[in-house]
């Protein structure tokens, strides 16, 4: 079946604009997982759904970022008035709760 | 104390060699533990759980040490294909599902 999907693949964005990414969970896995990967840097946790309840925004790194899950499928991540540091590739996962999570390919953003 | 560490590597072994890595994490509490597999510019997949009792998947082995905090993956009779960053992966801190990954250990296999 499909797997995890994010768009854009690559974005390049000027510093003090506005992005949105754009993630397509799996069909019917009701977790969904913002992980960001800088150069040489592990994964780092940003944010987590979990159907309906309220999302656990623990790990995204200041006010200028932000993510809405939709209906319970597709969520956008957006960054405002990016800056430079947020450059790096953004991983989407999702699973069933508690099981694998699998990933989409990661959108690629650098920010000049 | 980083939460997840690992050597970074990279490991490089011919093939047919035998190589494991090692992982150490910080939080006491976590109850689920994962070896990731990342190929370059790609995104992580899972290759296997890692079970208190240890567990094997074919040329794969883990095994988990809960009083040292300690986790390990032997890969026996290496292939080429094996190349890749292998990341070690505990839940929490926040909460169960959320995951927390190390920075993964490099391994080149070469002919």
């Known amino acids: 079946g499909a797997g995890v999907s994010q768009s854009p693949s690559n974005k390049v964005t000027e510093k003090g604009k506005d992005v949105e990414l754009r993630c397509d969970p799996i069909?019917?896995?009701?977790?969904l997982y913002w992980y960001r990967q800088s150069l040489g840097q592990g994964l780092e946790f940003l944010i987590y759904f979990q159907g309906n309840s309220a999302p656990d925004k623990s790990g995204l790194p200041s006010d200028r970022f932000s993510a809405e899950r939709t209906g319970g499928s597709v969520s956008t991540l957006t960054i405002q008035r990016t800056q430079q540091e947020d450059s790096a590739v953004y991983l989407c996962a999702s699973s069933h709760i508690t099981d694998t999570q699998y990933f989409g390919p990661g959108t690629r953003l650098t920010v000049l | 104390r980083k939460e997840v560490e690992q050597d970074p590597g990279p490991f490089n072994v011919p093939e047919g060699a035998t190589v494991a890595f090692n992982c150490t994490y910080s939080n006491s509490a976590s109850q689920s533990f994962f070896w990731y597999r990342q190929d370059c510019r790609k995104e992580p997949k899972l290759l296997m759980s890692?079970?208190?009792s240890g567990n094997e998947d074919g040329r794969f082995t883990a095994q988990l040490n809960r009083a040292s905090q300690y986790i390990s993956l032997l890969i026996r009779d290496s292939k080429l294909s094996d190349s890749a960053t292998y990341l070690c992966?505990?839940?929490?801190?926040?909460?169960?599902?959320?995951?927390?990954f190390g920075k993964g250990t490099m391994l080149l296999v070469s002919p």
């Open positions: 992966v505990v839940n929490g801190p926040t909460g169960y599902s959320t995951l927390t």
């Open positions: 890692v079970y208190s």
């Open positions: 069909s019917g896995h009701t977790a």
